[in-house]
């Protein structure tokens, strides 16, 4: 029996301690971007995603809002989901840390790696985050803070286990060797590879004093802690489970690519390959560390009221432009600033100007001079034959997730058409050569397919607008004979760039 291994891509589960911002989105949409774009190509994908569910955090949250951590996790969880949904982000497992096999799983593993001794029990007194849930050394942090919070860490001792992670580093450092692209991009890799050289410490990785976590079996006092925990979802939701795995683990993993923010990068490509190593388990093929989205220049802040919601967005400009947007703003990897006059002026200008006009104007007058049929492939069109060989290009950036790149060549294309049409006056031809016209027409209606194709994975809605009109996957069709409504209406100005305004 065939058993085709998919392509596995993940996000990083998120914590359901708020509810999901651009940030979130940013990293599911790559995902989805990526996913489409095989799919496309008839590869087999699998998308997961989820929520991070456990841990003191949101413990306190819950014993604050006086309800059960259950019942506050299912409410941030259908949120996220919710948001995918608006998003057009189609996923094909969403997990959850509090899921029966997830926590079993995790259970399984502890107890496989005490055997081992790759687990053993200790003491701990160590600077501790709370809101990290992580342990920091002295040379960690910032100005005696926590340096992805900017707070005070506090010292805690406590009874725990701990995880062998010392024993690994030659390990890891001889993988990141062998294989190059394992921590992406390559300008993130060197702090990490740093870091491993510098000596790993073994890690606690349980806790006495968090009861909302998934318990220790043999020592039930313990929790798992929250980190240790949520990274073994790559596997879990792929069926791993030391005593019994599911059959569907060898077809999805190893994941393909672990999909990160830069803040979780040494988390991914330290902790988690070593947790793999000690359980005898493949590692995953990529993991891939994206910058941060500041808004207005600023980090983004939920309490200093400095974020944006993505519904928001979506609500004015459509889910479409939001996705265009974040992707062709800033080049994947990199951090980017998040503005809404940024974002007004590229919808403007790159969606309603350049796709929208050239789109309506081309299709209005294929509907008016074509007969409403749908042409044949052109045999002999220059344009066409230069356009199609920018495919392999295309697929190539999105397949090494240089999103930005890949939108920019699809913008060359868009502009090449619209320079074409300013310079063939086509509506000019309609009285003085109508041969010449069809002609025109026809091989325009092919590149505008092209570019819809070009457009599915970062566009699916406007995508499958284009081809609706352009009579694609309708034998008898032709281009649609009614006014073609604009794919992007232009938009008044913004009164304010002030994103909590909006
Ligand atoms: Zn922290």
Known sequence: ?????????????????DKPHIGHAYTTLAADVLARHLRAKDIPVHFQTGTDEHGSNIEKIAREKGIAPKVWCDGISA???????????????????TDAAHEAGVQAVFEQLIKSGDIYPGS??????????????????????????????????????????????DALLAHYEKHPDFLSPRYRSQELINFVKSGLRDISVSRTKVAWGVPVRS??????????????????????NPEH??????????????????????????????????????????????????????????????????????????????????FREVPFGQDGDFSMEAFHRRYNADLANDLGNLFSRLMNMAAKYLDHRLPEKPADSEIFRELTSWT?????????????????KIWQGVSTLNRLVDTKKPWALA?????????????????????????????PDTASRMHLQLGVGRTAGGVEPQKVPPLFPRKQEEKTGDPKNN
């Not at 020592?219 to 791993?240: C, E, I, R």
């Not at 500041?294 to 979506?314: C, F, L, P, W």
């Not at 190539?396 to 890949?406: D, M, T, V």
């Not at 009285?431 to 209606?445: G, I, N, R, W, Y």
């Open 245 to 326: 795995n599911s059959p569907d683990f060898p077809v999805l993993w190893p994941a393909d690519v672990h999909l990160v923010g830069k803040e979780i990068f040494r988390f991914h490509g330290v902790i988690w390959p070593a947790m793999l190593m000690a359980l005898g388990v493949e590692l995953p093929r990529k993991v891939y560390a994206h910058g941060w989205w500041t808004i207005n220049g600023d980090k983004m802040s939920k309490s200093r009221g400095n974020y944006i919601r993505a519904e928001d967005v979506v609500r004015d400009y459509g889910v479409d432009a939001l996705r265009y947007f974040i």
């Open 431 to 459: 009285k003085t050569d109508p041969a010449a016209l069809k002609s025109f027409l026809h091989e325009m209606v092919w590149c505008l397919r092209l570019l819809a194709a070009w457009l599915d994975p970062f566009m």
């Open 392 to 408: 392999p290009e295309i697929h190539r950036r999105i397949e090494a997730l240089q999103f930005s790149e890949a939108l920019e």
């Open 1 to 17: 029996m065939m058993n085709t291994k998919k392509y596995y891509i993940t996000t990083p589960l998120y914590y359901v301690n």
């Open 124 to 169: 701990y007194e160590g600077l501790y985050c709370s809101s990290c849930e992580a342990f920091y050394d002295e040379g960690e942090l910032k100005e005696k803070n926590c340096p992805v919070h900017a707070r005070p860490v506090e010292r805690v001792k406590e009874e725990t286990y701990f995880f062998r992670l010392s024993k690994y580093g």
């Open 79 to 97: 949120d996220f989901r919710n948001l995918w949904k608006t998003l057009n982000i189609k996923y094909d497992y969403f997990i959850r840390t």
């Open 219 to 240: 020592d039930p006092k313990h929790t798992v802690y929250v980190w240790f925990d949520a990274l073994l979802n790559y596997a879990t939701g792929a069926g791993y």
